[in-house]
């Protein structure tokens, strides 16, 4: 009897963060399911249920694929040399006790400025003629680029602005989960005559595997969700070649207003990544169990 | 739990104060700063002296972004049935404003004022995009303008060597076509594989307007008046397509996709001899440019021509009928000589109201910067911008095309027919 | 263990050209704020302004009512969090030391919303924030964000790791468990309740596609949104005033976290986020 009154009283503590979970999570999933099945645009102002039709079209939609391909390239060209890099120099900072402030606020201070904010200082930065980029690459007899303006470099300057901004809060995060990495263990592979990349690869690679974990999820969602910069800095463009999955979610939305073209993307886009949790979860999942516990 | 309860009602307070009701009439102004420059501080001054002269009309301008985001504002505002009172969008949007069958005609109120003798008042080919298709008049211009070509003086003058040999002129700027292509190439400067000065700068972002431009000067168009035939791809729009990609391309005196804002910080740094450009740029260029330069009419091929640009007033549906008159008298004040001239003054728009050109600050002003009468005079060249419903879809289209044939992606040729087909698909609604 | 000589200085000069490559943007930005719009044109790499013009910071104010943006994002910011506090704590208590009929489940809901951020069911929630009236309004500014399942994931680790004894010590003593988290989780984790809370801060302070399309008056913009607008104007920006009001929006939440350094890195550290 106290048991199931217990039990109710944890029903209690839960409803108010499920009810606006499934509000402005679950619902509007199921809503944009349901809408992604309809044919709903500018000129057809009142849902009209039409099959997979929204799908069809968007397979034989060549700027579908292309934005696809950028989401691709953008997702996994920047966590790798990002997670690397926030690795080393978490263990470069964390080997050093002088100056360890000032190294951790000039690497983290991006990530706190807003995105936008970024943006418009990377906006200036990548301009052709009066950004300092170009001016200090021109020192070194290398031609201007034409950066955001350009379809063969846009996609690039916005993966380059958003390792800039993203590199000091995985840094950190290794940082705390190096804490956890017993001196110990250094000391002895240094006995032992292990160099600094062997010590490192053998010892605090392996330790920091449920760190990696974490920076893995959040980047991967980090990078899935870019819309600000693109919105800010390219508008997707030149030519469609730095649109990502979101933004073309929203222009199809907010611009062309063919609601029956951005919901079929965002059920193809909470596909996607709920497939990705289903891999990370079937993969490392006793690890987060393991790790949560 | 005592500081949350605080912090709760504090929220309250602020909601609820920010909720005010109002007893005047009370406007809602959605409208774009097409241009640069504290604008905003502009179009405040002159609501405040509308209000000063209107006790009982209060407006809320809404800057709500450039163009493009305006408009996004305003269908967003107007499919989720809370339109604003009155707004400026761009010109080309208007057919798709009729087709969500959002505003109201202003003919009564124009006949109201004297009708045809009013009209009069105005820039004909300002007028040009304001007349659906049932031909009753939905948009009154309030920020309009053309395209025009700016040049730099100086520059032309220290290559005046050079020009003089190739038997052109310095102290004047390209005349036509092949004029514009021989001044480029001289007025560009190049050191082993850095240019340093470009003759030309057409800039993209909004160069399907510059295209529409080209396309007039060969004696074509883009799409036909009634917004549904498109004519995008023909052999004079191939002609011009074909002279871009040979400038930026093949001559490389005009660099490639320079973005649209900052163009002018371009031509203002002394990145290049010319440039094309709305005439609303002229304002920042006045303010900062430390070297003489003039303006000029788009060089001509077989016509000088251009369309017009800009944003028109429009008044909805869906809002009580004292909320539509107290709009058109808004709209009314915003073009009067005095208010339109005071407005091109500062934004360097053109001034849509042709009595504002006689008056005393006016002239004044003029006779410091001529430049600033160019656009005006460009007029009588001047055709209506395309319209078209879904213009969204459809300037994408023509944008990255253009774009793809301007990166060399894609033959001119393919650029023009892929866009056509897609512009088609937009207006039948696929 | 001994560092070499080389290797100290290999490993100082790399942190050192990080730090400096990250820097310089910054630099770069303080200087343009302070520079005249026409110092902006040329085509020289100078630094230092010819003339330091704090007046841009004036001017920015002028164009758009930049401390008006500010108190509706530190409204936003504020409501955000208290809300997710609210909601959190208890279902994080309710997880990590409850027992009840299909927990598991309910935890893998609040789990999985992690992986679905607002982006990418934007359109949804925008239906949804339009069919309540919640347009243009801070509120729906504020309600899509309160349901965290990161910090239902977080608050949980932190709570199992509080022990039994003092559970049932609280029990002995007849506190019932609203009493016994006031009392005695909450102050016990401090620092990670302290860095969740520097997440969202920071988090929402920085959020624009959400205010970029559910709002389009004054009234209830934020800083970001503002920044944006001043920006894509139709004909080129002022860099020099445009760089003042990118500072402007910068600074308040570097400000805050300088001044919170010495809690922040120490919570951050200790508050167990090993994965």
Known sequence: MHEKLEQYRAYLFLIPGLFFLLLFTYLPILWSTWLSFNRWNLLSPKPKFAGIENFVKLWHHDVFWLVMKNSFIFVTVSIFPTMFLALVFAILIDERIKGRVYYIYSLFYPTLIPMAAAAMLWVYIYSPNLGILNTILAKFGIPKLGWLGSSDTSLWALIIMTFWKNLGFFMLIYLAGLQNVSRELYEAAYIDGAGWWKRHAMITFPLVGPTSLFVLVTAIILTFRVFDQIHLMTEGGPGNSSNVIVYYIYENGFKFFDWGRATSLTTILVLILLTLTLIIFGIFGKRITYSAD | MRRKALITIALMVFFSLASTASAKVSLKFFYPVGVAGPLVKVINGMVAKFEKENPGIDVEPVYAGNYNQTMQKVQTAVLGGNPPDIAVVEISELFSLLAMDSLIPLDKYIEQEGGEKFLANFYKGFLGNAYGRDGKIYGFPFQRSTPILYWNKDMFAAAGEKLKAAGLDPSRPPDNWDELVEYAKILTIREGNQTNQYGLIIPGGWNDWIFEAFSRQNGAQLIKEDGLTVTFNSPENLEALRLWVKLMQELKVCPVLRPWNITPDDFIGGVTAMMYYSTGGMAKIRKTAKFNWGAAFQPKRKNYGTPVGGGDFHIFKGIPKENQDAAWKFAKFMTTPEMAGHWSIESGYVAVNKNSYDRADMKAFLKKFPQMTVARDQLDYAYPKMMAVNYQLIRNAMTTNLDAALEGKKTPEKALADAHKLMEEAIKGQ | MEEKKYEVVLKIFILQIGAILMILPFVWLVSTALKSPSEVFTQDLSLIPAKFMWTNFVDIMDQAPFWLYMANTIIVCVGILVIQLLLVIPAAYAFARLDFPGKDVFFLLFVIQIMLPLESIIIPNYLITKKLGLLNTRTGLILPFVASGFGTFMLRQTFKQIPASLEDAALMDGAGHIRFIWHVIIPLSRPTIVTFSMISIATHWNDYFWPL??????????????????????????????????????????????????TFIKSFLTSGIKG
């Open chain 3, 213 to 262: 399309i559910i709002t389009d008056v004054d009234r209830v913009r934020t800083l970001t949104i503002g920044l944006g607008m001043f920006v894509q104007q139709e004909s080129g920006s002022d860099w020099s005033l445009l760089m003042a009001a990118t500072l402007f929006v910068c600074a308040p939440i570097i400000v805050f976290f300088l001044a919170t350094q010495r």
